[in-house]
């Protein structure tokens, strides 16, 4: 295994942190409009569970998902 540079050891760095952040940015975003008919029609009970557990689940994954992407792409593009 090569030895990298320290460019090459901050290009990481700082596209995990990228990575990190913008998936958070984008779950909360997520997160928040899908539990938006809670907020603002006052769903309470089972529609309320039914509503939140939905909008965590896919916040959940949309975090999954731009994490993963984003870290896949840089890898790619850094190993070509």
């Given at each position: 295994m090569a030895t990298r540079s320290q460019a090459e050891?901050?290009?990481t760095t700082v596209?995990?942190?990228y990575a990190i952040v913008s998936a958070v940015f984008r779950a909360c975003v997520t997160g928040l409009l899908l539990a938006s008919p809670i907020l603002f029609l006052g769903l309470r009970g089972p529609?309320?569970?039914i509503v939140g557990g939905i909008a965590v689940?896919?916040?959940i994954g949309v975090l999954l998902w731009r994490l993963i992407s984003v870290?896949?792409?840089f890898d790619n593009q850094r190993r070509h």
């Open positions: 050891r901050d290009a596209e995990i942190v529609a309320m569970k689940v896919l916040a870290l896949w792409r």
